[in-house]
């Protein structure tokens, strides 16, 4: 499938490992990730340079195309907030993960949405043996 | 008119002064603001017992029956990332503002709908200011 993998950037980037482990993840089973270079260690300093009307451009494309959006919210961003409610706007499933202890919006955990799903994962094993099982059921339906 | 005021609440609370002046500015011009006890001190607190789910309902329900959306962006934050999106899909116009120097979002900067406004201001009252300049165009049009 088509996947818009959606982390942190400007918000911070403690969660970077994980990110890494999805992405590769999502590859290693056949996935199409547009992208998948936000989960590169210095996507800071390569994102850091593009105008902001290009990222926004670029990106609201890849959510309208995709097929499932894959976030992580462990770390606050208004981009993933925006890119969430963008893609259940146009009824795009949502896989979201956080690893436990997070302290995660409300606004995210307390969605009912069929389409919207929320793991707290323990380790990025975890999550990303959850978001499979999500893509199947999707990939099923 | 009646406005949705956004703001960080679980992603941190640094900017809850200019929150205030934001929410006092509006109430003082008349204005009916739902939200309007997302500007005080102890909201963490008192947001703390509530359920997502019930949050949730209530904030999406407030985004949907409100004129102008005003979100104050200087803090990481999903929910308010979710909401601009969401009054958005709305057509609802969205003012949002921050402290010069804060790291926002590219998808914040670089939204080019006309019913979004962005403003970097140096104090409060400078961000006081230009949302009252916003809000008499939107009352205007």
């Keep these: 499938m088509n996947i818009y993998f959606s982390c942190s950037i400007t918000g911070g980037r403690n969660d970077q490992p994980v990110y890494r482990s999805l992405v590769k993840a999502l590859l290693e089973d056949g996935h199409s990730v547009p992208t998948a270079h936000l989960a590169d260690e210095n996507i800071t300093l390569q994102e850091g340079i593009v105008e902001a009307d290009e990222i926004y451009r670029r990106d ?3 959510v309208t195309g995709c ?4 976030a992580e919210v462990s770390t606050p961003s208004h981009g993933v907030g925006y ?6 706007s146009l009824g ?6 956080y ?9 995210i955990l307390g969605n009912p949405s069929t389409l919207f799903h929320i793991y707290a994962y323990n380790t990025a094993d975890d999550a990303v043996e959850n978001m499979r099982v999500f893509l199947k059921t999707v990939e099923n339906e």
């Design 99 to 107: 690893q436990i202890g997070s302290r995660v919006s409300k606004m």
């Design 83 to 88: 890119e969430i409610a963008l893609a259940e």
């Design 92 to 97: 795009k499933p949502v896989f979201c993960c």
């Design 60 to 62: 609201v494309g890849w």
């Design 67 to 70: 097929d499932v959006v894959v």
